[in-house]
Nanobody, 114 residues
Framework: VQLVESGGGLVQAGGSLRLTCTVS????????MGWYRQVPGKERELVAT???????NYADSVKGRFTISRENGKNIAYLQMNNLRPDDTAVYYC?????????WGQGTQVTVSS
């Protein structure tokens, strides 16, 4: 299983970005995909996840601003990020997990300028 992310970049505060994660390989039908982020010197933290059972989980800091969605048939996950703030600046990692494995993408940088 491989994860490929795209969509990061530089944006001004208040702007929007959409991240895309495409999963390839042997996918288990019951799984969860999501996004985490990390800044230097801090632990990786949850941003949002969505399971094939449509269970959603968001960090409090992004509720109402970020939306995770999935195209299950294509094993693609999106993270729509609106009203971005400077403290959203981080490397964003896509995550895939099922009962067999827990996989990470290579990460994509999101930088929000004030």
């Amino acid at each position: 299983v491989q994860l490929v992310e795209s969509g990061g970049g530089l944006v001004q505060a208040g702007g929007s970005l959409r991240l895309t994660c495409t999963v390839s390989g042997s996918i288990f039908s019951i799984n969860s995909m999501g996004w985490y982020r990390q800044v230097p010197g801090k632990e990786r933290e949850l941003v949002a996840t969505k399971s094939t059972a449509r269970t959603l989980n968001y960090a409090d800091s992004v509720k109402g601003r970020f939306t995770i969605s999935r195209e299950n048939g294509k094993n693609i996950a999106y993270l729509q990020m609106n009203n971005l703030r400077p403290d959203d600046t981080a490397v964003y990692y896509c995550n895939y997990r099922d009962r067999r494995m827990n996989k990470w993408g290579q990460g994509t940088q999101v930088t929000v300028s004030s």
